[in-house]
Structure formats: C-alpha cells, structure tokens
C-alpha cells in the first residue's frame, strides 16, 4: 500500500482524568496497522502520564478548560440566599454556561478545527461520550469527514445530550448494554452501533507480579485479607458504598484491610475529603487505607485477596472488570451494566445487588470464607478473559469500521 493512501485518524480524549478510557486508547493507538492508519492524538488535559502519549503518536495538548464550571455550579449550589431569589438561580446557571461556552468550549473548538485541518484529518474518533466531544463532532461535520464516537456510559440527560447523539455517522459501544441504553435513550439507529469490547494487551500483563512489594508498600501484613475497589475516586464508582461494607464487615474477617486504589481527578478532591472524614467518623482507619494513582497495576491485584467493583451507576465495561478477570483473581462486581454482562455468577465472579452495602459485604465475606471458590472463579474468569478482551481482536474490528466509513 502506496504512503499516500494512509488515512489520518484523530483520536479526541476528553474524560475527566487518566482512567480505562484514555488506557484503551493508547491499547488501540499503538495496535494500529501504520501501513494504513496513522494515529493523531488530542487530549484536553497533561500531565506525566499523558505526555507519555507522543511516544506513541502525534500527540497534540489543547486545553478543554479555561475556567472551571462544575466549581462555579457548586458553589451557586451552596449559596442558599439565592434560591431565596426567584429567578436568580436560573440566571447564573444560564450565565455560567455562556461562560463555558465562551471560555471552554469555542477555545477548544477553534484549536481543535486548526489541528484537523492542519493535519490534513480523514476521520475523527471522539474517545468519549457525544456530548463532551461536540466540539470534535462539529469539526467532522465543517471539515465533511466521518466522525465515530466511543460510548462508555448511559443516556440520561438534557435535550443537549439527545442532540449530540445526533451528530456522529457511527458508535463504537463497549457492551451490549450500552448499545441497548443508546437505542432506547436517545433513539439510535440499531445499524450506526458497533458492539467492540475494550482491549487489553493480555500478553503485556505479567501475570507473576509481585503483590508483596505492593503489600508491603501501603502497610498490608502478609496475613491480612485484603480487599480491593479500583477505579478513579469518583462518587459514581461506589467508594462511599464501599467504606458502608467495610464497616459492617470490621468485626467479622480478623485483619481485614479495605484498599481504595486510584487517583482522584482535580473536580473530585472534594469528594476525596469527603470520604476521609467518613473513615474518621466511622472508626475505619486501621482497616480502610487509599493508594492514589498505581502505575503498575499487576502488583495491585496480585497484592489483593479479592477486587471489587462498586458502581452504583451501571457501568458500561470497567477496564478493572477486564484487567482483573485477565489477572485470574477473584472479582466482586454489581449485577447491572457491563459487570453483569461479562461475569457469570459463581462461575468467573460474584455479584452483588447494586446499591446494597449488605450484599456487598456478604459476597466478601463468601470469598473470605470459602478460598477454594476464590481459586476457582478466578481460573474461569482468566480463561474467559483471554478468549473474549484480545487488543488485536479489538483492533481489527475497529480499522475494519474505519474502512467502512472511508472513501
């Protein structure tokens, strides 16, 4: 194939910190067949992990914000004389908003329409859900090239939201859940949704990492039971429901240690206190402890006697859902979205009714119980994992939809 036939594909990240999304991305980018794809890469925010990127790719930083919206909505929240006001509330959201639109949005926009152009762009795949990639899917539609959109959580929302599903020629969906949520939220066409599993470099995953360095580096004994929930620090992933377990299990498993592992994104370090002071009030400091951002996350969950994931909102498919399974190690998830997709209770996990602290502590407390289970299902989860999460398989599925839509 000729070098001028290669097409130029640019990936637009704009999630809220450095999680599962951005990690499949750089999977994919450094999966593609260079002698037809070549990769340009734009993320609305740096930083160590993410410089790491122009290893890879053309890799291009544009800001996404300039001032910081969700703050200012907080504090108008908090500000109780102005809902005393009719009206008052309504028009600083309303001017908070122009703001961004002003501030966040047209800046990023006009940045991101020059890289396209300048790179002479032939499709733009938007990382993220439609709505915080507009800007991307306004730049296909100037610039007249396809434009695909990677979806990883649900529907509900404004009629802003419903417009921008209305902008990408196709979608890539991480499960069967989500496409069926797209269907039926914001009335998606079956045929403009791909179901592609995220991919993970199974062969790059060093099975026999050392969980003891990683034990022994956050104060875990050899003898503790140690439990694990993986995920950014974000009240949607279940830490709090996590701590409410913790509690109720505190007099049941002896050396019990409850392990939050992840960092917290800068419009999350609120919350981050917030769980802090739950673990003073509760008692909770000798058995729940935080890790921040881990590099290596082999070490992680061989250092861990059972992983959790808590999202109390339906997950499309948690990359600790996948990681963990291809890990052979026992796993907890809830039984909604994409965890209830991919694990089969009692056979490659255990599930818990979301929402329910009780539930959860109860299938931890199985696992605690019963080693041999946790033997077991961590085997068929290993074996499911390898025929189900390839990079290459993933790969391949998306370049074929990147031809589907190319001229």
Same mark, same amino acid.
């Given at each position: 194939?000729?070098?001028?036939?290669?097409?130029?594909?640019?990936?637009?990240?704009?999630?809220?910190?450095?999680?599962?999304?951005?990690?499949?991305?750089?999977?994919?980018?450094?999966?593609?067949?260079?002698?037809?794809?070549?990769?340009?890469?734009?993320?609305?925010?740096?930083?160590?992990?993410?410089?790491?990127?122009?290893?890879?790719? %053309?890799?291009?930083?544009?800001?996404?914000?300039?001032?910081?919206?969700?703050?200012?909505?907080?504090?108008?929240?908090?500000?109780?004389?102005?809902?005393?006001?009719?009206?008052?509330?309504?028009?600083?959201?309303?001017?908070?908003?122009?703001?961004?639109?002003?501030?966040?949005?047209?800046?990023?926009?006009?940045?991101?329409?020059?890289?396209?152009?300048?790179?002479?762009?032939?499709?733009?795949?938007?990382?993220?859900?439609?709505?915080?990639?507009?800007?991307?899917?306004?730049?296909?539609?100037?610039?007249?090239?396809?434009?695909?959109?990677?979806?990883?959580?649900?529907?509900?929302?404004?009629?802003?939201?419903?417009?921008?599903?209305?902008?990408? %020629?196709?979608?890539?969906?991480?499960?069967?859940?989500?496409?069926?949520?797209?269907?039926?939220?914001?009335?998606?066409?079956?045929?403009?949704?791909?179901?592609?599993?995220?991919?993970?470099?199974?062969?790059?995953?060093?099975?026999?990492?050392?969980?003891?360095?990683?034990?022994?580096?956050?104060?875990?004994?050899?003898?503790?039971?140690?439990?694990?929930?993986?995920?950014?620090?974000?009240?949607?992933?279940?830490?709090?429901?996590?701590?409410?377990?913790?509690?109720?299990?505190?007099?049941?498993?002896?050396?019990?240690?409850?392990?939050?592992?992840?960092?917290?994104?800068?419009?999350?370090?609120?919350?981050?206190?917030?769980?802090?002071?739950?673990?003073?009030?509760?008692?909770?400091? %000798?058995?729940?402890?935080? =890790?921040?951002?881990?590099?290596?996350?082999?070490?992680?969950?061989?250092?861990?006697?059972?992983?959790?994931?808590?999202?109390?909102?339906?997950?499309?498919?948690?990359?600790?859902?996948?990681?963990?399974?291809?890990?052979?190690?026992?796993?907890?998830?809830?039984?909604?979205?994409?965890?209830?997709?991919?694990?089969?209770?009692?056979?490659?996990?255990?599930?818990?009714?979301?929402?329910?602290?009780?539930?959860?502590?109860?299938?931890?407390?199985?696992?605690?119980?019963?080693?041999?289970?946790?033997?077991?299902?961590?085997?068929?989860?290993?074996?499911?994992?390898?025929?189900?999460?390839?990079?290459?398989?993933? =790969?391949?599925?998306?370049?074929?939809?990147?031809?589907?839509?190319?001229?």
């Amino acid at each position: 194939m000729s070098k001028k036939t290669i097409k130029n594909i640019l990936y637009v990240e704009n999630g809220i910190g450095y999680g599962g999304a951005i990690i499949c991305l750089r999977h994919l980018v450094r999966h593609l067949d260079r002698s037809r794809f070549n990769p340009v890469v734009v993320t609305g925010r740096t930083g160590t992990h993410y410089q790491e990127i122009a290893q890879e790719a %053309d890799w291009h930083f544009i800001a996404d914000r300039h001032i910081d919206v969700i703050a200012l909505r907080n504090r108008l929240a908090q500000a109780g004389w102005i809902k005393r006001i009719p009206g008052l509330s309504t028009l600083f959201n309303q001017l908070v908003a122009r703001a961004d639109d002003a501030f966040n949005f047209l800046p990023f926009f006009l940045r991101l329409l020059w890289t396209a152009w300048r790179c002479k762009v032939d499709l733009i795949h938007a990382n993220n859900e439609p709505l915080c990639n507009r800007a991307a899917l306004l730049v296909g539609k100037l610039l007249r090239i396809p434009t695909v959109c990677h979806v990883r959580g649900d529907q509900n929302g404004s009629r802003l939201m419903r417009w921008a599903f209305s902008l990408p %020629d196709h979608f890539i969906s991480v499960s069967h859940w989500v496409a069926k949520s797209m269907q039926a939220n914001a009335q998606v066409p079956v045929d403009k949704i791909s179901v592609i599993y995220d991919g993970i470099a199974l062969e790059k995953l060093d099975l026999n990492a050392d969980g003891y360095e990683f034990r022994k580096q956050h104060d875990i004994a050899p003898d503790a039971f140690a439990v694990g929930l993986v995920g950014l620090l974000i009240p949607w992933k279940g830490q709090e429901l996590f701590l409410d377990a913790a509690k109720l299990l505190s007099n049941k498993i002896p050396g019990l240690k409850m392990i939050i592992v992840g960092g917290t994104p800068d419009d999350c370090v609120a919350y981050e206190a917030k769980l802090r002071q739950q673990i003073i009030d509760e008692q909770l400091q %000798d058995i729940v402890s935080f =890790t921040g951002h881990v590099a290596k996350m082999e070490t992680v969950y061989n250092g861990l006697d059972v992983v959790v994931s808590a999202s109390i909102s339906p997950e499309p498919l948690g990359t600790v859902v996948i990681e963990s399974m291809a890990m052979g190690r026992p796993l907890i998830g809830p039984d909604h979205g994409g965890a209830a997709e991919m694990m089969a209770h009692n056979q490659t996990g255990l599930l818990f009714t979301p929402k329910d602290a009780v539930a959860l502590a109860n299938q931890i407390e199985r696992f605690y119980q019963k080693p041999e289970l946790r033997t077991r299902v961590g085997q068929n989860a290993r074996d499911h994992a390898l025929a189900t999460f390839s990079i290459e398989t993933h =790969t391949n599925k998306i370049q074929a939809l990147y031809d589907s839509l190319l001229p």
